[in-house]
């Protein structure tokens, strides 16, 4: 879908749009900007190669430029979704294959006429919402995170009378790997921000206008301080999922000990009793008034003494 802003500056018409949004471009709307603009917009395939020189192309006054999204989470797309930028003097192309934060903001205020005034204006608000974008996702994720870590970590934990592997573990280490998932695309995208950001600021030095370039440089810092704090986001869910397995590993072996405490207490009584069940002719305690109650008594007393041994020991 080819959408020109502003509306009233649609292609094949006197006036110029500065902005060109291609949604889902088909080969013929492809065609329609080279044969209108002079412009080569790149296919899906092109966009997603992830050599520098793919991404980040300039030949004169049009710069090329890719990188890779992060979507919402409630778009699960199998495959990387890529975004491409045709940056010139007088026009912006934007590519896309999904609907972006963002973009559905500056085209309202596009069409209500409080909009930038050239396509460098565009870019630099389509790079800052971006940004702001993607601190919102990175400050979602740290609350997600630092909810799970007191969860794991806290001081009061209900007693049982048994250690029990229950859902809730489980539940939060699929909850942290999925933040850890999450945190990878944002890097991709924050690291795909930067290399446009600087070279947009390097390439179009002598064309574009100081305050664009002040704008894209005070963009280039917050990416640099979200990179940051994406790393120490990686960190902390790294040492996470070492401790929520060490935690499960934890109570796997206090079930394993408690197995093991049992089958323990459970040999001497078996000894015990398999040694009366032989029914020799020759065994004293047949005869006794009170072999019985012996008997039982040893089991007892073989059962009880395992148990106050492991307890002193403290294994138990």
């Known amino acids: 879908m080819l959408s020109a802003y502003?509306?009233?500056?649609?292609?094949?018409?006197?006036?110029?749009?500065?902005?060109i949004d291609l949604l889902q471009p088909t080969p013929e709307e492809r065609e329609h900007i080279a044969d209108e603009f002079g412009l080569r917009v790149p296919s899906r395939e092109a966009l997603q190669e992830i050599e520098s020189s793919s991404r980040l192309r300039a030949e004169g006054q049009v710069l090329t430029l890719s990188m890779p999204l992060a979507v919402s989470e409630e778009r699960a797309d199998p495959l990387p979704v890529p975004l491409g930028f045709i940056l010139s003097p007088s026009l912006l192309v934007t590519v896309r294959f999904t609907e972006m934060h963002g973009f559905a903001d500056?085209?309202?205020?596009?069409?209500?006429g409080d909009a930038p005034t050239d396509s460098t204006a565009v870019f630099a608000s389509l790079i800052e919402r971006m940004v702001d974008y993607r601190a919102d996702l990175?400050?979602?994720?740290s609350a997600q995170v630092s909810t799970v870590s007191k969860r794991v970590f806290a001081r009061h934990v209900p007693q049982t009378r048994r250690p029990v592997l229950d859902g809730a573990l489980r539940e939060?280490?699929?909850t942290v790997g999925a933040a850890g998932e999450r945190l990878s695309e944002i890097r991709e995208s924050l690291l795909g921000l930067q290399r446009i950001v600087g070279f947009c600021c390097e390439m179009g030095h002598d064309w574009m206008r100081p305050e664009i370039?002040?704008?894209?440089?005070?963009?280039?810092?917050d990416l640099a301080s979200l990179s940051d704090y994406e790393s120490h986001l990686y960190?902390?869910?790294?040492f996470l999922l070492d401790a929520i397995l060490g935690f499960i590993n934890t109570d796997q072996n206090d079930i394993f000990k408690v197995l093991t405490i049992v089958s323990v207490v459970g040999i001497p009584p078996t000894l015990i009793a398999s040694m009366y069940g032989m029914n020799f002719?020759?065994?004293?305690e047949l005869t006794w008034r009170y072999g019985y109650q012996y008997g039982l008594a040893l089991i007892l007393l073989s059962t009880i003494l395992p148990i106050l041994w492991f307890k002193w020991r403290g294994w138990w």
């Not at 009233?8 to 110029?16: E, H, R």
Request: hydrophobic share 45%.
């Open 235 to 238: 960190d902390k869910v790294h």
């Open 138 to 141: 990175l400050e979602g994720i």
């Open 172 to 174: 939060m280490l699929a």
């Open 281 to 284: 002719h020759n065994m004293p």
């Open 106 to 112: 500056l085209r309202a205020r596009i069409e209500a």
């Open 6 to 19: 502003p509306a009233t500056a649609a292609p094949g018409t006197d006036a110029k749009p500065v902005w």
């Open 213 to 221: 370039r002040a704008r894209l440089l005070t963009a280039r810092g």
